[in-house]
């Protein structure tokens, strides 16, 4: 019988957990608390493999062939290779992962871009940041994370990897996490360095290596819920789409007059969408809040958010054609602002009336077509710090669940250093805790929609954070928008896409609008 080890590098009081036994022998092929250092080891021949792709087998071991690979954004020499993805009990994943340094000069820290940025700093020295794109459940698998540690993966200080990888070197870290949903054959590997790694294979064999058992003690599962916002092109309404539950913000300013809560002439017409929403879910209780900037008193905001949480209701309920549905209604005043109140922007959105309901099922219906008419140039030129910058789309995807993936290069043309930091001068920047490439917009032209990039959503003591599931500019990826001359660097976003919708149209920072062929 072979057994997954939990951590011997913990605390004493963790040494003595069960084994798991699974149905083949383990090797150890790992040195230290599972973290294998191979620092003396070359890397392995270039891959074919584009990045964000795998078309490999799911056989690959910590030495072999990778199932997958991308580059580091910031990093231009790092090189992420997914190299073990075994599910474990049905239940349980293991990733491997190869960190190459394929330049010939300097040496590579590489635990801060490993570590997960929605976590501490102070906890970026692990290799806490490999995850799974659950796609169909719109949720971000990270590794667990035990009593005794921040997470059940490799460490730099315990697995003794040390912070630098040499020019021409290779480690290999792993990390453990539930596996996504619905036991499928592939999935997309996430990490904070690149962009995902689509249609990676799950081998349901044995992992070869040494690695804690993640049912040997108590350990909390880390995941991010996916928040995917759209708006109306006349910014009469957004909404926020979680997989489970849609959550329609109708625009105050549009519904009402200032200070007052009649609906206005074209109130009707912005809650239609809504209504015809409405019809379509499994609903039996729809939720209606009312919502107030930071201006005037909680001893008018509140009664008005209600007042005006009520009209919508009626209005709702007079557009439904279908029974059996429930209206609950509240007024929050000030109270749960979506925005920071510091900015007009920010003001305009907090003045809403959400609704709330469960997710409309999708129509049953044929893929939709792909085509590659009106792609013969995806590209775009502008400057910045007086130097020539380049961009060119590379893809937009179509992933389950709804969900497209974006991908971009930017490139510095000139002879100059250049800081390009349009990507994170966002209208709506205020959404998230931290700066990212998130001045990107795809937009359905028929539907008159626009899609903005997806947000993981995470709790804290006194509510919730958003992070953009992007790519990060800001913490240790800072300079990540600083490019020497020559230098090319592939960006990335998620996106919900329209079902049906075959091209969109694309407009990243300040470059003009493509229209970009889903693939």
Not at 62 to 86: C, D, I, P, Q, Y
Not at 89 to 109: D, F, M, W, Y
Request: hydrophobic letters at 35%; aromatic letters at 6%.
């Amino acid at each position: 019988m072979i057994k997954l080890r939990h951590y011997r590098c913990q605390d004493a009081s963790l040494r003595s957990s069960r084994k798991l036994a699974l149905s083949a022998v383990l090797t150890l092929a790992m040195v230290g608390c599972g973290g294998p250092p191979n620092k003396d080891s070359p890397p392995p021949p270039a891959s074919n493999t584009p990045p964000a792709t795998a078309t490999a087998t799911a056989t690959a071991t910590a030495t072999g062939t990778a199932l997958a690979e991308t580059r580091s954004t910031m990093t231009e020499n790092l090189k992420v290779e997914v190299v073990g993805l075994n599910r474990v009990k049905g239940r349980h994943l293991i990733a491997q992962v190869r960190l190459s340094n394929t330049g010939t000069e300097k040496r590579l820290s590489w635990a801060g871009e490993m570590g997960d940025h929605t976590r501490p700093l102070g906890e970026i020295k692990w290799a806490s940041g490999i995850g799974i794109l659950d796609a169909q459940a719109r949720t971000w698998l990270l590794p667990y994370k035990p009593a005794g540690s921040p997470c059940l993966c490799s460490g730099r200080d315990r697995d003794g990897l040390g912070q630098f990888i040499d020019p021409g070197r290779s480690i290999t870290v792993y990390a453990v996490l539930p596996a996504p949903s619905g036991n499928p054959a592939t999935t997309v590997v996430v990490t904070p360095v690149g962009p995902p790694m689509l249609d990676v294979p799950i081998s349901d064999e044995a992992p070869s290596g040494d690695f804690p058992d993640p049912d040997g003690e108590p350990v909390t599962p880390v995941t991010r819920r996916l928040i995917l916002p759209s708006e109306s092109l006349d910014k009469s309404e957004e909404t926020a789409d979680d997989g489970k539950d849609l959550q329609v913000n109708l625009s105050a300013d549009v519904l009402f007059a200032v200070d007052k809560a009649s609906l206005t002439p074209k109130a009707r017409s912005v809650m239609a969408r809504t209504a015809k929403l409405i019809d379509a879910s499994p609903a039996t209780v729809v939720t209606v809040a009312g919502h107030a900037d930071s201006s005037g008193t909680d001893a008018i905001n509140n009664p008005l958010s209600l007042r005006r949480a009520q009209a919508v209701q009626h209005a709702l309920s007079a557009l439904l054609t279908r029974d059996g549905v429930r209206f609950q209604t509240e007024g929050y005043g000030s109270r749960r602002p979506l925005y920071s109140n510091d900015s007009d922007e920010g003001k305009r959105r907090n003045r809403r009336v959400t609704v709330t309901f469960p997710k409309p099922q999708p129509a049953a219906q044929a893929p939709p077509a792909t085509t590659t008419t009106g792609a013969t140039d995806l590209t775009g030129s502008t400057k910045a710090d007086g130097q020539p910058i380049a961009m060119e789309v590379t893809g937009l995807r179509r992933l389950p669940g709804g969900l497209g993936l974006l991908t971009y290069k930017i490139t510095n043309e000139g002879s100059s250093d250049a800081w390009f930091r349009d990507l994170h001068h966002a209208q709506d920047w205020e959404a998230y805790k931290y700066q990212a490439a998130t001045n990107v917009r795809v937009t359905d032209l028929a539907d008159r929609r626009q899609y903005l990039p997806g947000r993981l959503q995470v709790p804290t003591d006194d509510g919730v954070d958003f992070y953009c599931a992007c790519t990060a500019v800001s913490g240790v990826r800072i300079s990540t928008e600083k490019f020497p001359p020559g230098q090319t660097r592939e960006f990335w976003n998620l996106f919900a896409l329209p079902d049906t919708a075959d091209t969109l149209n694309v407009r990243i920072g300040p470059f003009g609008d493509l229209r970009v062929p889903v693939q």
